[in-house]
């Protein structure tokens, strides 16, 4: 760490070792910020940290970010009505105090379940947010239902674990439904990618369009959107009616092969190329490939989390590492063997879990027999909101949203604006301006991660504290020392290490033996040595216990789940199946004169996370305008050139967008990128209609309870059919 | 003369991720509207047989540099020690000539009208250091260095041209990809 001891270099700059929050407050990107009269003007890359110095565009655009004109800077108290987006200028305190009155007020009135709190994507801050409910009393933490979860809960299920591909010494890597380039390349899973091309290993890319990662792979599988469980259970199909599984691990570590072969006899590759649009001989194909070439190994995203076929396509995927073969051995799918660091004493309070409290759950992400599941229990995102609007089985009475933006991150935005209006109680708590901020009754304005040094953050084998790079530049404190404040404010301080953050740091790192005045002084963290690697560890990890209460293990009979008695028990189907999504050529082939078109949409992209980032103007220069990416046939066929607006209309709503011809691109399918609402005013760009006629894309696709979630995992569907037509 | 310092990229680990083109921006506090570094894809053929690539490019210090002879005012001036061209923004007249010349339309002109462009950054090599672009680089496609040590890279070739840059490249593709480098071709560019 050469620099930062340093610390002050001669140019008169100090340089603060610290992590990347671009993307949110977790163990991210090493990085060396940069201050100059007490300003942050600058971020380079930590060599030391597991990043190797690499950083993506949105981590040099952080003092733009952390500067903006958007930041909020001081808590709200809203004066007007819903949405006009009048409000009073109120204190920290006085903000706490406001929540913490109505909490008390309607537990005694509703009970404390009344209280729902929406999650964004796990962040560090996530078990403050359990701890709180477990002290409250509430089950009701609202998970995404399209976050990592979905895909764990499917490999853990059939695997027992859910394993990493073994990119370094393999043969044949299947880019399945990911995108390495765009997110979390600097961590070193694109370099692994192409480091293992340029020794001669084969790279097949399945997913829907020809992005940059994609256009380097050596074979492009063009897959529908939403299709992947077909694709799936057809290479099922070729693999075992050809013979090409590994007969001596199936007999010995599977269970039920005799009831999936007859069962995926129906999965024909004909059968999946009418589904997938992927051409039968390709399938058989990729099918025979993957199953040839040892060893072999998937890298697989999220994009499996976006249909309601979620769990299916990855109990299929699951399955065909294993009768491939390939499971924890070298260069296939690994259990990780973790490594020496002692993991941190936890805050979720997981100890206090009782059926009374699955049973309390308001609309549970996972089935109540499957809860808690891996994080905690949790409702799903979606379904607290629309909760407000059914009152079934109850109504939330208060939504807390932190960090997280209700009407562009979840579907069906018209009911979660309804809901919003509705609600009794909104709070938003966030570090900038949000697009439901107008709805909110307190307005809770928190630091960014470069105001904060804490909390110190634990990855893999890498430990290092938080460093502050500037003070805060509004009346507020982080997100952590939040819900300990409104902890002690509500009564449970006991709870809460009386308010003192140091001391929950300091609790949390006592597995460590030192205190986070100790960690600080490891300028780049500690970190420790890998455990040697074991390969076939199958009777250890087919026999880990589940989080249920019941602490069963996920493989009742110690071998890969190929027929699942235990979804069975719970009336689930015990073998994968294929499930429709709401709208698509196959499933609704009626409405396809309308709404001809399939429509899905990126969750990432080179410049932005999700619904954020669009403020900032290094990142907005990257990608200015919402686009609709369109084949070029089927623009031609419409009139449509490139950078035309164009109206696209599906049967749950209209999205307004710029027209981006794009070669890559499936003729049948159209894509966009979620999250778009936010202006830049430094580019003169103005903020969009977060419903009809603005961009975004969740306000298009169903959320018929019969058809738009996965049973298992209430995965959602971000698949629709849509009309496209050049605005007049 | 002496050394020449310049780029090499492999056109098939670069995957458009403009972390390049950001870190420059950041680094030199470049304004809105102005890129040292540009960042463009590039398609050839019919969906589903296509060929895509991303060229990320700067001024590429050339061999030859045209914006040097055709600048009047001697305010662009081209290295002995390590050929980087560089701009002395004082002496610059504003008038345009360099980017008249430049075949890869490399100067810019902000706000104050003054030609503006990469140099490489000299001050951090000077350190020791590689280029911001260079550094941050997540696939280490993007490299840097003496034109003789990057001639060292295996399969790499010289940017053909009449100014002589000091750019290697490599791609399986070239030669799908030279006719539609963004300077020779109007094409769909991302």
Not at chain 1, 68 to 73: A, D
Not at chain 1, 105 to 113: I, L, N, S, T, V
Not at chain 2, 9 to 26: G, N, P, S, T, Y
């Amino acid at each position: 760490m050469d620099r930062a001891v340093l610390s002050q270099d001669k140019s008169g700059e100090r340089i603060v070792p610290t992590f990347c929050a671009m993307c949110g407050p977790l163990a991210a990107c090493g990085i060396n910020a940069m201050v100059r009269d007490g300003r942050f003007v600058g971020v380079e890359g930590m060599r030391e940290a597991p990043n190797q110095g690499r950083l993506c565009p949105r981590a040099f655009a952080a003092p733009q970010w952390v500067y903006s004109p958007q930041r909020l800077t001081h808590p709200l108290r809203r004066v007007g009505q819903r949405g006009e987006g009048k409000f009073q200028r109120i204190g920290w305190d006085e903000a706490l105090d406001i929540i913490a009155n109505r909490l008390v007020q309607q537990k005694q009135e509703f009970g404390p379940e009344s209280l729902g709190i929406l999650a964004s994507a796990r962040r560090t801050y996530a078990d403050y947010m359990y701890r709180f409910l477990m002290a409250h009393g509430s089950p009701n933490y609202g998970h995404s239902g399209i976050c990592a979860q979905q895909k764990r809960f499917g490999f853990n299920y059939t695997l027992g674990m859910a394993p990493v591909p073994d990119l370094a010494r393999s043969n044949l890597i299947l880019v399945w439904g990911k995108q390495p380039a765009f997110s979390g390349a600097p961590g070193g899973q694109l370099k692994a990618i192409l480091d293992a091309q340029a020794r001669g290993a084969k790279v097949v890319s399945i997913k829907p369009s020809m992005e940059p990662d994609v256009a380097l792979a050596d074979m492009w599988v063009p897959i529908r959107p939403g299709t992947d469980a077909a694709l799936a259970l057809a290479m099922l199909n070729v693999v075992i009616n050809e013979n090409l599984y590994d007969a001596d691990f199936v007999s010995r570590w599977t269970y039920g092969f005799d009831r999936l072969e007859a069962h995926v006899q129906q999965y024909t590759p004909q059968w999946a190329a009418r589904i997938t649009g992927v051409p039968a001989e390709q399938i058989v194909q990729v099918a025979r490939l993957y199953a040839t070439t040892k060893p072999a190994c998937i890298l697989h995203g999220n994009g499996f989390e976006h249909a309601p076929g979620c769990t299916d396509a990855i109990r299929a995927v699951a399955i065909l590492m294993a009768i491939s073969g390939n499971l924890d051995r070298p260069g296939g799918d690994l259990f990780p063997a973790g490594s020496t660091m002692p993991a941190p004493r936890g805050v979720h309070l997981r100890e206090r879990y009782t059926p009374e409290w699955v049973d309390k759950l308001l609309g549970p992400e996972f089935p109540k027999p499957f809860q808690p599941n891996v994080e905690g229990t949790s409702s799903a995102y979606y379904r607290l909101l629309e909760s407000v609007l059914t009152e079934k089985p109850y109504p939330l009475r208060t939504i807390i949203a932190p960090g997280t933006q209700p009407v562009v991150s979840t579907r069906g935005s018209k009911n979660v604006m309804e809901a919003l209006k509705k609600v009794d109680f909104f709070v938003a708590i966030n570090v900038m301006q949000t697009a439901e901020m107008d709805y909110a009754d307190v307005v809770v304005p928190v630091a960014t991660m470069y105001e904060c040094d804490h909390p110190f953050e634990a990855q893999d084998r890498w430990i290092m504290a938080r460093n502050r790079v500037i003070e805060p530049l509004g009346d507020y404190k982080s997100d952590y020392e939040f819900w300990l404040d409104l902890g002690v404010k509500m009564g449970y301080g006991a709870d809460f290490w009386d308010g003192d953050i140091e001391a929950c740091m300091n609790y949390q790192l006592e597995p460590f033996g030192m205190t986070l005045e100790e960690l600080r002084r490891h300028p780049t963290g500690i970190v420790y040595d890998p455990r040697p690697m074991v390969y076939e560890k199958y009777a250890q990890v087919f026999n880990r216990p589940s989080p249920r209460l019941s602490k069963a293990p996920f493989l009742p009979q110690s071998k890969v789940a190929l027929y699942n008695t235990t979804l069975e028990e719970h009336g689930f189907n015990p073998l994968p199946e294929w499930r429709e999504p709401p709208e698509s050529p196959t499933a609704t082939p009626e409405l396809l004169e309308r709404y001809p078109l399939i429509l899905s949409d990126y969750h990432t992209s080179k410049a932005y996370n999700a619904s954020w980032l669009r403020n900032v103007p290094y990142l907005r220069e990257l990608l200015p305008h919402p686009t609709l990416q369109i084949h070029p046939d089927t623009a031609r066929a419409r009139g449509i050139s490139d950078g035309d607006w164009v109206r696209v209309e599906s049967p749950h709503g209209t999205m307004r967008i710029r027209a981006e011809i794009f070669p890559g691109m499936r003729p049948d399918t159209v894509m966009a990128l979620h999250g778009w609402w936010q202006g830049c005013a430094e580019l003169g760009l103005s903020d969009y209609p977060l419903l009809d006629g603005g961009a975004n894309t969740n306000n298009m696709y169903s959320v018929d309870p019969a058809k738009a979630y996965d049973p298992l995992v209430t995965a959602m569907s971000s698949q629709t059919l849509v009309q496209v037509s050049k605005e007049p | 003369m002496g050394k020449q310092v310049g780029f090499y990229l492999d056109l098939d680990r670069c995957v458009q991720c403009h972390a390049c083109e950001v870190a420059c921006k950041a680094r030199h506090g470049i304004e809105l509207g102005i890129t040292w570094r540009r960042v463009v894809g590039m398609w050839v053929g019919q969906y589903p047989d296509l060929v895509n690539r991303t060229i990320t490019f700067s001024c590429m210090h050339c061999g030859e540099p045209s914006c040097v002879d055709a600048c009047s005012s001697g305010a662009i001036t081209k290295r002995a020690e390590d050929g980087i061209v560089v701009v002395d923004r004082v002496e610059c007249i504003a008038c345009g000539a360099c980017a008249e010349a430049c075949p890869f339309g490399v100067p810019q002109f902000g706000q104050d009208g003054i030609m503006q462009k990469c140099d490489l950054c000299v001050d951090r090599l000077a350190q020791g250091r590689q280029p911001a672009c260079v550094e941050t680089c997540p696939s280490e496609a993007l490299r840097s260095g003496t034109m003789e040590e990057l001639s060292m890279v295996a399969q790499a070739r010289p940017l053909a041209g009449p100014t002589q840059p000091s750019m290697w490249v490599v791609s399986d593709k070239w030669s799908v990809l030279e006719p539609v480098l963004p300077w020779k071709s109007d094409h769909p560019a991302s």
